[in-house]
């Protein structure tokens, strides 16, 4: 199944300052931050389910995607 990006709501889990950010594109400030990488993708994965269709992008330091998990309904 071909999931369309355009449509979601993009979470980013991504490192900053030595914590992890869990962050709606385009909004400056972030939901949450956490000491994990794990408790951060916990955390977005709970707000993108609740905001189907989402899609929830990790991001390296580099600014790279590492991993992408999607919500739909």
């Known amino acids: 199944?071909?999931?369309d990006r355009s449509r979601s709501r993009i979470?980013?889990?991504k490192t900053k300052n030595d914590a992890w950010v869990v962050a709606v594109r385009?909004?400056?400030e972030p939901l949450t931050v956490h000491a994990t990488k794990e408790e951060a993708i916990e955390t977005?994965?709970?707000f993108a389910n609740a905001?189907?269709?989402?899609v929830v992008v990790?991001?390296?330091a580099d600014?790279?995607?590492?991993?992408?998990y999607y919500f739909v309904t």
């Open 1 to 3: 199944m071909i999931h």
């Open 11 to 13: 979470v980013e889990v």
């Open 26 to 28: 385009d909004i400056p």
């Open 44 to 46: 977005a994965g709970v």
């Open 51 to 54: 905001s189907k269709p989402a």
């Open 58 to 60: 990790v991001l390296r």
């Open 63 to 68: 600014g790279t995607t590492e991993a992408e």
